[in-house]
């Protein structure tokens, strides 16, 4: 697989890997299957220590993100941050091949292909190697969407939004009260609390940052579900 580390937030279907490398953490994006899935591999540069999050479909294609060579990454986790079947057609397969952990929220466990090894509830925390993730629940997708939380001590928070928050709008819900939770939840779990310069990993498509989608949270809930 191809990997460019000129990392702008935008993958192409097929196309190569783009990688984000911080001082402790690197962040690798691939798009895989045909719905244009996003899966993120986070690599604790410290320790070599990798999590997966969405191992969405093309399993083989996930191995080669990870890599093959002696100094490729060993997988220990992989985290399913919703239950749409999308996000999880190759985690049985990468699990299998890794013997990785798997993790979800438990509200979103039951359709998954394989029981979760771990469940997480809003406020926990996930490791990868010497890294520190926050995990944050917004109800409303689907009832145990969760995001990854990673506050860089030198700087920028970088957040995994699963398909609870996009470039223009909160993810697609199934009523207005859906609706009306997730908004709720993204405003005052995330919005609330993370600067502006929060850079935000959705579940497809490009990032974007959390003071670029801030002057429309309005506008959101004005145009409704």
Known sequence: MDLVDDYTGHVEPGGAATRRTLPALTITKVSVGPMDN??????CRATREGLLVDAANDPERLSDLVGHGQDRPTLRTIVTTHQHADHWQGLGATAGAFGANTIAHPLDADPLPVPPDVL?????????????????????????????????????????TGDSLFPGGVGKTSSPENFTS?????????????????WFYP?????????EQRPHLAEWRTRGW
């Open 120 to 160: 997480v509830e809003h406020g926990d925390t996930i490791n990868v190697g010497e890294v520190t993730l926050e995990v944050i629940h917004l109800r409303g997708h689907t009832p145990g969407s969760i995001a990854l939380l990673y506050r860089d001590p030198t700087g920028t928070p970088h957040l995994f």
């Open 38 to 43: 996003n899966a993120y591999l986070l690599t």
């Open 182 to 198: 997730l908004l709720n939840d993204v405003q005052s779990r995330i919005f609330d609390v993370l600067p502006d310069p929060t």
């Open 203 to 211: 579940g497809h498509g490009d990032d974007s940052t959390l003071g």
